[in-house]
Every structure is written in C-alpha cells, then in structure tokens.
C-alpha cells in the first residue's frame, strides 16, 4: 500500500518561509497527480496546489505568487515552498496522491505567529 509522509511543519512568524516534503513509498509518476491541501480550524478543507504527472502545476488564488509546489523525482518527494506567510496560512496541511483511488498523508501543522 502507497503510503505518503509529511514533515517540514513547524512554528514561523509572519512573513517567514516554511518548505514542506511529502515522501512517496512509490515513484510519483505512478500518480495522476499529487497536492497539497489544508485545513484550518472551522474551515473546510481547500486545495493549496497540484502538481501532475506531466508537471503542469496550479495553485489556489490565496497563495499564488507565494508557494511553489515542486517534485524531486529521484527521491519520489513533492515539495510546497511557503514564502510570505501570513497568519491565515495557518492549518494543518495535507499531500494527497491521485491514482485509482485518492491517498493521504497524515498532515503537518503549520502555525504562524504575527
């Protein structure tokens, strides 16, 4: 079974950078696609940004021109660059892989302070 792991979540202030990795325990172009998302608390869970196999990217309007999404295939890991951050960036964050079925990480929170 295709397990996917987050780490790189963590405490920032505002305006700071994080960079998120989301290890795959297969190679990233058994996927159609892999993203990230988040959820913050009271809210619904929303699309960050995609990246699919061919590596065409999109990313939510909230957070264009702020995250990069990125893969390294040898290390079959999908990076999230998170620059300017801002405090309602805060949620736990989630890398989702897209096959037959969709595949989920376990998150991991990002928190800002201002």
């Known amino acids: 079974q295709v397990q996917l792991v987050e780490s790189g979540g963590g405490l920032v202030q505002a305006g700071g950078s994080l960079r998120l990795s989301c290890a795959a325990s297969a190679s990233v172009f058994s996927f159609d696609s892999m993203g990230w998302y988040r959820r913050a608390p009271g809210k619904q869970r929303e699309l960050v940004a995609a990246?699919?196999?061919?590596?065409?990217?999109n990313y939510a309007d909230s957070v264009k021109g702020r995250f990069t999404i990125s893969r390294d295939n040898a290390k079959n890991t999908v990076y999230l660059q998170m620059d300017g951050l801002k405090p309602e960036d805060a949620a736990v964050y989630y890398c989702n892989a897209v096959v037959a079925v969709i595949i989920w990480g376990q998150g991991t929170q990002v928190t800002i302070s201002s």
């Open positions: 990246i699919t196999r061919g590596g065409s990217t």
